[in-house]
């Protein structure tokens, strides 16, 4: 049985039996209970609560995010060569990829794409770095060197290089899957 809400505060309003299965609702809560053998309730036409606990497992369950991780990463911006070189060198140093994201603040899709990208970032966190290149906002001799010609362009480049990209004319989901399994390809 499953029951879904948003966050973890547990306040069991109702116990309905039927049968062998069990329904618990909660207020604002996420429980799962995977009955293996016994019997767990409560009489309510005694008003006694009864728990038989001989030969029983209970397998429970929260299921809410896990807050120990971040949900998203703000993606830094790079805004000239020089950077880039330096974020590169250090890449390198550690052996970790980097992610830039080539957009611009007039593409609407770059727009829609970019939180997205930073939740995927989360996903990522110690494996990856996230980057962002306004490209309006920089020289050109920035965005030649990344051989952007469309946009919104997703670049994994290890070892001083790009390796691979992926172009987001498409669907948002669809666009990141495929960044998924890119970023999985090098990490």
Same mark, same amino acid.
């Given at each position: ?46 008003? %006694? &609560?009864? @728990?038989?606990? +001989?030969?029983?497992?209970?397998? *429970?369950?929260?299921?809410?995010? /896990? ?48 939180? %997205? &990208?930073? @939740?995927?970032? +989360?996903?990522?966190?110690?494996? *990856?770095?996230?980057?962002?290149? /306004? ?53």
């Amino acid at each position: 049985m499953l029951v879904l809400a948003p966050n973890s505060q547990f306040l069991y309003r109702e116990i309905y039996q039927k049968g062998q299965q069990q329904h618990l609702w909660t207020n604002g809560s996420c429980l799962l209970l995977q009955k293996n053998c016994g019997y767990f309730g409560s009489d309510w036409r005694s008003r %006694k &609560l009864k @728990k038989n606990t +001989a030969r029983r497992q209970w397998r *429970i369950e929260a299921l809410w995010p /896990d807050l120990s991780r971040p949900s998203t990463v703000e993606m830094e911006p790079i805004n000239d060569c020089d950077q880039l070189d330096q974020i590169l060198l250090r890449a390198q140093d550690l052996s970790q990829p980097i992610l830039i994201d080539w957009m611009a603040a007039w593409c609407r899709k770059c727009i829609y794409l970019k939180p %997205k &990208l930073e @939740k995927l970032a +989360a996903e990522f966190d110690t494996k *990856i770095k996230f980057y962002y290149v /306004d490209v309006n906002k920089v020289p050109q001799a920035l965005v030649k060197r990344g051989n952007i010609s469309k946009m919104p362009t997703i670049q994994v480049w290890k070892d001083g290089e790009m390796k691979e990209e992926v172009i987001g004319g498409h669907k948002a989901w669809l666009v990141i899957e495929e960044v998924r399994q890119m970023i999985q390809k090098f990490v």
